[in-house]
Nanobody
Framework: QVELVESGGGLVQPGGSLRLSCVVS????????IGWFRQAPGKEREAVSC????????NYVDSVKGRFTISRDSAKNTVYLQMNSLKPEDTGVYYC??????????????????WGQGTQVTVSS
């Protein structure tokens, strides 16, 4: 069974930085998509960023462009989300998800085949 484990969340002041990690285990395919999502209390899960391993293509939603960077360390089977210039509206539980099949829109949670358990990010003074 594929397993995704997120870590790196915490409490940070506005303007601060965090780096989230998503370790993927028990998974052997070379071509897949890893997405980062977040969910604030009372709100739906929303897309943040994704990376396609076959060609390194990355995507970001407008609200995080220029502040967040997604990257991958293939040797460690780990995908990172570097978050800089954090704002209170970035607060939420951050999840990584994995797509292993054909998909249409990386921003739709239903496209993802596997999910991690999430890590809490709180941006507050």
């Amino acid at each position: 069974q594929v397993e995704l484990v997120e870590s790196g969340g915490g409490l940070v002041q506005p303007g601060g930085s965090l780096r989230l990690s998503c370790v993927v285990s028990r998974f052997n395919l070379d071509d897949y998509v890893i997405g980062w999502f977040r969910q604030a209390p009372g709100k739906e899960r929303e897309a943040v960023s994704c990376l396609r391993t076959s060609d390194g293509t990355t995507n970001y939603v407008d609200s995080v462009k220029g502040r967040f960077t997604i990257s991958r360390d293939s040797a460690k089977n780990t995908v990172y989300l570097q978050m800089n210039s954090l704002k209170p509206e970035d607060t939420g539980v951050y999840y990584c998800g994995l797509i292993v099949t054909i998909f249409e829109d990386w921003k739709r949670p239903v496209e993802y085949d596997y999910w991690g358990q999430g890590t809490q990010v709180t941006v507050s003074s």
